[in-house]
């Protein structure tokens, strides 16, 4: 297929009768500047300190979007000038362009902003659309201050006016450097979530395995009671009720522990919820524990939000049954309130009981973590851990708002909406 347009002869940046340094606005950048670059021509480009790392004549993969063979030969020049060793293609078009980033690796994109058949600026979202991280620096002959934030803000690493090209190799570092950092952060995220994708996978593995032998345990332990109470000596009996008590509460741990892991581990089931139809349904399942303690349950018109059901029920479940469960002296009053804050609901409820101890907040979201002992209050402490859990995979946040005798306010928040992208990455998870 022929080319569209002619061909740029390739740039010689010593032009004949003049000194090369003249033809870099400012002093030629030397060694002790920034950043060094150091790589070979298959591996990329990496940033390293200058201190360890003292090569000359870097090797640097770039792209240049530009049509002017003038201008392209002194943006070569400058980062020669700063001891890279460019090795450089050209790309006219937009066509041109998304050929090249699919065909090659590039370290860097040096695009004009202004050419004739296109803007160099739509660079950034060819990038995305091909799912490649490659820093772009816009070079302009003329780029008013308004529009350089523009083009910050909408993804380019920096801009250089063609008549400042000495700030080139300094801003090609910095966007390099930069470069490296995201996927430094980005490779610690994969580990970080591939180390809890581990640990939910022994957690789920260890209580389902432990279930079996336990539960011979505590079996067996319960014949002892029932068969040899009050046959043998009283040490005999207290050991005998020590053995059944610790597999009991063995048992429930392991139990608690497998449900912690089952949260969210088949994706999250994301649909319109009525948070009142909810609410109700929390209520008819504690109908018991509401009549025995005489609580009383108040709330308003509560939103419909995208949400897992099943998951929310367990959330609200699980606060109501708390204010129960650490009531004062007076009848449990719990009031539900849900406020849209900005892109946000913010959904309280409050109780009147025992409260919580301003250095207890945050703790009282550990997994297993017990304010009070079990001849107190029974449970094994891991409640609010999945409240929190199934709250965050939902990308909201919870916490507690309490002084201790004066009653605990848990508030927790839902996005307004999520986009059908996330509705159906959730159904796809789950698939």
Known sequence: ????????????????GSDPAERVDGPRPTGDTGFVMSADFQGGTSVEDPERSGKAGSILRVLVVEDDPADLALVLHALQASEFEPRSEVAQTAEEFTEQVRRNSYDVVLADYKLPQWNGMETVELLRREGLDIPVIVVS????????????????????LKDHL???????????????????????????????????????????????????????????????RGKLDDNADKYIHYAVDGALRMQLLIQDLLAFSRVGRHGTDL??????AIVETAIKNLEVAIQESGAQIIYDKLPTVIADGSGLLQVLQNLIANAIKFRGSEPSV????????????????????????????????????????????????????????????????IWVESQLGHGSTFKFTLPVKRTREQVKQSHEKRG
């Open 1 to 16: 297929m022929p080319c569209p347009h002619p061909p740029l002869p390739t740039p010689t940046v010593e032009l004949e």
């Open 141 to 160: 002959g003329a780029l008013g201050e308004l529009k350089a934030v523009e083009c910050i803000k909408q993804g380019a690493a920096d801009y250089v």
């Open 271 to 276: 649909r319109e919820t009525d948070c009142g």
């Open 334 to 397: 719990i009031r539900m309130t849900a406020e849209r804050r900005m892109k946000e609901w913010v959904f309280s409820v409050a109780d009147n009981g025992i409260g919580i101890a301003p250095e207890h907040a945050e703790a009282v979201f550990v997994i297993f973590r017990r304010l009070h002992t079990r001849a107190e209050y029974p449970g094994s402490g891991i409640g609010l851990a999945i409240c929190k859990k199934i709250i965050e995979q939902h990308g909201g946040r």
């Open 166 to 228: 000495a700030r080139l190799p300094e801003a090609v570092r910095r966007a390099m450097y930069e470069k490296r950092l995201r996927e430094e952060r980005n490779q610690s995220l994969e580990e970080l979530a591939r180390s809890n994708r581990d640990l939910e996978q022994f957690a789920y593995v260890a209580s389902h395995d432990l279930q079996e032998p336990l539960r011979m345990i505590a079996t067996y332990t319960q014949l002892l009671a029932e068969r040899y």
